[in-house]
């Protein structure tokens, strides 16, 4: 899993409540348990004027040219503005796969659902909760400036706009340490690998006869 600490890039806003996650990453496309090849179709059925079906194409499907993701001002943003209950719906973990591999580092909203919010920290995802007056505060200043970018400084758990404003977000200390340490689970149970190792030998010379299968 990535490390996260400090972080700079172009916000785009999407001004939408209740955003669940089969509008996230829609349902068809879950035919595979690998963390990539989900970004291309990210919020699907907002960038396409067509049904996307698994295994097509993107290249040259019709562009719904007043999503913001499809917006010139907006490409190659990482960090993404959302409204409250982002989310939402079933526990799906392709929905932090496919913001990730779309590019995003971090949601920043008003409120996150649960699950969604838990599985973004295991896949190296930062959600941000901040103010609905804050959260408002950036959709109107990335509207009104093109090119809008925002710092995310975990370690001092800050969003700072451009004009220098730093507006603080509360963290989970074992969360923020994992992330800050690229630390998802198979990472920190590898943290223990001697003792692991250690146990897996003394079982073996206890009882060896539980290992003959798999040697």
């Avoid at 990535?2 to 496309?29: S, V």
């Avoid at 040219?65 to 409204?83: D, K, P």
Wanted: net charge negative; charged share 25%.
């Amino acid at each position: 899993m990535n490390k996260f600490t400090l972080h700079t890039g172009i916000a785009a806003p999407m001004d939408r409540a209740n955003i669940d996650t089969d509008m996230i990453i829609p349902k068809q496309f879950l035919k595979s348990i690998k963390r990539s090849g989900f970004g291309k179709n990210l919020f699907d059925e907002l960038r396409y004027l067509d049904e996307g079906q698994p295994d097509q194409s993107c290249e040259g499907r019709p562009l719904n040219e007043e999503f913001v993701l499809n917006q010139a001002r907006y490409q190659g943003a990482s960090i993404l503005l959302a409204r409250e209950n982002f989310g939402c719906g079933s526990s799906r973990e392709h929905a932090p796969w496919a913001l990730d591999d779309y590019g995003f580092r971090s949601v920043i909203a008003p409120s996150f659902a649960e699950i969604f919010y838990n599985n973004c920290f295991k896949n190296g995802l930062l959600p941000i909760v901040l103010h609905d007056d804050k959260v408002d505060q950036l959709f109107k200043e990335a509207a009104a400036t093109e090119g809008y970018q925002l710092t995310i400084d975990l370690e001092r758990q800050l969003v700072v706009t451009p004009s220098g404003e730093e507006m603080s977000f509360s963290m989970d200390d074992f969360r923020k340490h994992c992330l800050l340490n690229g630390l998802d689970d198979i990472g920190l149970t590898l943290q223990h690998g001697d003792d692991i190792r250690a146990y897996e030998e003394k079982r073996r010379q206890q009882a060896p006869w539980l290992f003959d299968a798999i040697k």
